[in-house]
């Protein structure tokens, strides 16, 4: 898309503003729409408790039945682009792109892609969204992680619903070498992942009204992800109301500890990498 800037505007030659984006057939994007609806709540709540957890709640536009035009996210590819840099693993990727371990560079995106993977985290547990596989996943250019492409949420997931992924969020090993270095689940840096995922998700209870309201308002749709169990009633179970903050905060710990390098994680990596 391109738009011509205002011609009133101090700025010379009226600049042209380029945006790209994707014109995707054969998913129902009212679904994406819902979605990031869904990120923007938790994003707003994020900023307004001054929380560091960056998310990008893109543009989605239905345009038809099962088409629509997509934004695409700026300054970033997906984690399966980047594959192609290296043979090796997530740890390789952030060395080719930002330097060795312990410079200025590199360290400034770990903590990136920390803040926006303990984002995505608290994100993906509430929408229980699937089909995480390395072309959902992007990374910008500050090593910001940032989930795509929405079309498995709410208790629906390829397959035919097989149950592939059954962490509450991807934290592969290949996070885990740079998320927690030596994989001791006491590093400085996975400390401070597990800070912020349960700030997050203390944070977005304080929005859970506002969400499934949202949410619910989508139920006569009919949309893919409303097809199976009760998605709202489920969506309300998740925030877990019922508990204090610090029970909450143990859930979500526990949360984490599933999550940690799951082998169905690593399964469902393999075989959307040979497919």
């Given at each position: 898309r391109a738009s011509k800037a205002n011609p009133e505007s101090s700025e010379p030659g009226g600049i042209l503003k380029v945006e790209a984006a994707i014109f995707k057939v054969g998913d129902d994007c009212r679904q994406d729409v819902l979605a990031l609806q869904v990120a923007e709540l938790v994003k707003r709540k994020f900023d307004d408790v001054g929380l560091p957890l960056p998310l990008v709640p893109y543009g989605v536009i239905p345009t038809g039945y099962e088409c629509g035009i997509i934004q695409?996210?700026?300054?970033?590819?997906?984690?399966?682009q980047?594959?192609?840099?290296?043979?090796?693993g997530l740890l390789d990727v952030f060395q080719h792109e930002f330097g060795l371990p312990g410079s200025a560079r590199f360290e400034a995106a770990r903590q990136s892609l920390i803040e926006s993977s303990a984002a995505y985290a608290v994100v993906s547990y509430l929408l229980q969204a699937k089909d995480r596989h390395n072309g959902n996943i992007m990374i910008d250019n500050a090593g910001r992680l940032i989930h795509i492409d929405f079309g498995f949420i709410f208790g629906i997931s390829p397959g035919g619903n097989m149950g592939f992924e059954s962490a509450a969020f991807k934290l592969s090993y290949e996070m885990t070498e740079l998320l927690d270095p030596g994989n001791t689940r006491r590093s400085v840096h996975f400390l401070r992942f597990q800070e912020l995922c349960i700030k997050g998700y203390l944070a977005a209870r304080m929005a859970a009204d506002s969400i499934v309201a949202t949410v619910e308002m989508m139920l006569p749709s009919k949309l893919p992800c409303f097809s199976r169990g009760a998605p709202v009633a489920s969506l309300r179970d998740r925030f877990h109301l019922e508990m204090s903050d610090q029970q909450a905060a143990e859930f979500m710990r526990g949360l984490i500890n599933d999550a940690y390098d799951k082998w169905t994680t690593g399964v469902y990596d393999l075989i959307q990498y040979y497919q």
């Amino acid at each position: 898309r391109a738009s011509k800037a205002n011609p009133e505007s101090s700025e010379p030659g009226g600049i042209l503003k380029v945006e790209a984006a994707i014109f995707k057939v054969g998913d129902d994007c009212r679904q994406d729409v819902l979605a990031l609806q869904v990120a923007e709540l938790v994003k707003r709540k994020f900023d307004d408790v001054g929380l560091p957890l960056p998310l990008v709640p893109y543009g989605v536009i239905p345009t038809g039945y099962e088409c629509g035009i997509i934004q695409v996210v700026p300054n970033a590819k997906s984690r399966a682009q980047l594959g192609e840099v290296t043979d090796g693993g997530l740890l390789d990727v952030f060395q080719h792109e930002f330097g060795l371990p312990g410079s200025a560079r590199f360290e400034a995106a770990r903590q990136s892609l920390i803040e926006s993977s303990a984002a995505y985290a608290v994100v993906s547990y509430l929408l229980q969204a699937k089909d995480r596989h390395n072309g959902n996943i992007m990374i910008d250019n500050a090593g910001r992680l940032i989930h795509i492409d929405f079309g498995f949420i709410f208790g629906i997931s390829p397959g035919g619903n097989m149950g592939f992924e059954s962490a509450a969020f991807k934290l592969s090993y290949e996070m885990t070498e740079l998320l927690d270095p030596g994989n001791t689940r006491r590093s400085v840096h996975f400390l401070r992942f597990q800070e912020l995922c349960i700030k997050g998700y203390l944070a977005a209870r304080m929005a859970a009204d506002s969400i499934v309201a949202t949410v619910e308002m989508m139920l006569p749709s009919k949309l893919p992800c409303f097809s199976r169990g009760a998605p709202v009633a489920s969506l309300r179970d998740r925030f877990h109301l019922e508990m204090s903050d610090q029970q909450a905060a143990e859930f979500m710990r526990g949360l984490i500890n599933d999550a940690y390098d799951k082998w169905t994680t690593g399964v469902y990596d393999l075989i959307q990498y040979y497919q």
